[in-house]
């Protein structure tokens, strides 16, 4: 029975994550960011394009935020108008995470055009957006297995997703839905910076669109060797048993 008991233990010890913040936006708040263009704040890049394309902006009230502030992207009537953000970072997985996460909310009162995020880095599932064709968020757009779920309007919604190199598999989460469940990850080997991008993707002539973007952040675990010590401490114990 204790050896059953310290068995147990052990699995249990095994299962602990340690979570470790890679790099967090604190909201987009002072002191770190100012209002105004987003550009060379706290490392991250930004622009506009397509003529009605306008560079983002660290905002405050009345536009929504959260907090103190957020991120506004803003595209006009022109095919082709873009809006984007983008953050390099220090590779996770060639530091030996395991466990991936990025995680920010996404405020929006139209679905006018289509909002995507990408990694830089090749490999499924690597993209998703909110398609103003279905009027839903694919938090993994069309990879193999990938799933929607309707865009929230009139207030924020969080999005999450989840790359865990443990089991080959990623899940998501939109307004508190699962949307992916374990769908299988192919082809990825790194990670090295994230993109935000909204863009006119219909006819010219057609509307233009706002988003408002707040609490960035990925997230890592377990901490890379923790699982090891564990297994090799648990050995040890049951070996003195």
Do not use: C, K
């Amino acid at each position: 029975m204790r050896t059953l008991t310290t068995i147990a233990a052990v699995l249990g010890l095994a299962s602990i994550a340690s979570a470790d913040i890679w790099y967090t936006s604190n909201g987009f708040e002072p002191t770190t960011f100012t209002t105004g263009p987003l550009n060379g704040q706290d490392g991250w890049g930004a622009g506009g394009g397509g003529g009605g394309g306008v560079q983002p902006l660290v905002v405050t009230a009345p536009d929504p935020v959260l907090g103190m502030q957020a991120v506004r992207l803003q595209v006009g009537t022109t095919q082709g108008d873009l809006s984007e953000m983008h953050r390099d970072i220090a590779d996770p997985l060639a530091a030996g995470w395991q466990i991936v996460t990025v995680s920010f909310d996404i405020y929006r009162n139209v679905q006018a055009q289509n909002l995507w995020w990408w990694w830089y880095d090749a490999g499924e599932p690597t993209y998703g957006l909110q398609w103003d064709l279905s009027q839903a968020t694919h938090p993994f757009g069309w990879s193999t297995g990938a799933g929607q779920t309707p865009t929230v309007f009139g207030q924020y919604a969080n999005l999450t997703m989840e790359w865990n190199f443990q089991t080959s598999t990623a899940s998501s989460w939109y307004n508190g839905v699962l949307v992916d469940n374990n769908i299988p990850i192919s082809g990825i080997t790194s990670f090295t910076g994230w993109q935000i991008q909204l863009g006119h993707d219909s006819d010219t002539g057609t509307p233009g669109d706002l988003v408002f973007i707040d609490n960035f952040a990925i997230t890592v675990s377990p901490e890379p060797g923790t699982l090891t010590l564990l297994a090799l401490g648990g050995l040890a114990l049951l070996r003195r048993r």
